[in-house]
Nanobody
Framework: QVQLVESGGGLVQSGGSLRLSCAASERTFSRYAMGWFRQGPGKEREFIAAINWSGGRTSYADSVKGRFTISRDNGKNSVYLQMNSLKPGDTAVYYC??????????????????WGQGTQVTVSS
């Protein structure tokens, strides 16, 4: 069982930046695809970004493309989400997740096996 712990959330003004981190408890992390998802107030959880096991392939939701960047450091068992040009609409709880299977489509929320508890991001106008 992989434990995932997110950090780095907080309150930021519109146009600002935040960097989220997700630390995994096991070295098997390096075999997994990793994703970031978010759930805003009154909304369903949605895909934001994903990265394959090696870091050689990434995928982004259209709503964040060009503003957010996902990366990983397998030596530190960590995945990151750099968020720039934040908007009030980005306000949500952000979750990282791990998928044990390497697949072409990394956007499917139901494909992820392990989830963190989430970190709150609030963007003020």
């Amino acid at each position: 069982q992989v434990q995932l712990v997110e950090s780095g959330g907080g309150l930021v003004q519109s146009g600002g930046s935040l960097r989220l981190s997700c630390a995994a408890s096991e070295r098997t992390f390096s075999r997994y695809a990793m994703g970031w998802f978010r759930q805003g107030p009154g909304k369903e959880r949605e895909f934001i970004a994903a990265i394959n096991w090696s870091g050689g392939r990434t995928s982004y939701a259209d709503s964040v493309k060009g503003r957010f960047t996902i990366s990983r450091d397998n030596g530190k068992n960590s995945v990151y989400l750099q968020m720039n040009s934040l908007k009030p609409g980005d306000t949500a709880v952000y979750y990282c997740a791990a998928d044990r299977v390497s697949r072409a489509d990394m956007t499917r929320i139901d494909a992820y096996d392990y989830w963190g508890q989430g970190t709150q991001v609030t963007v003020s106008s």
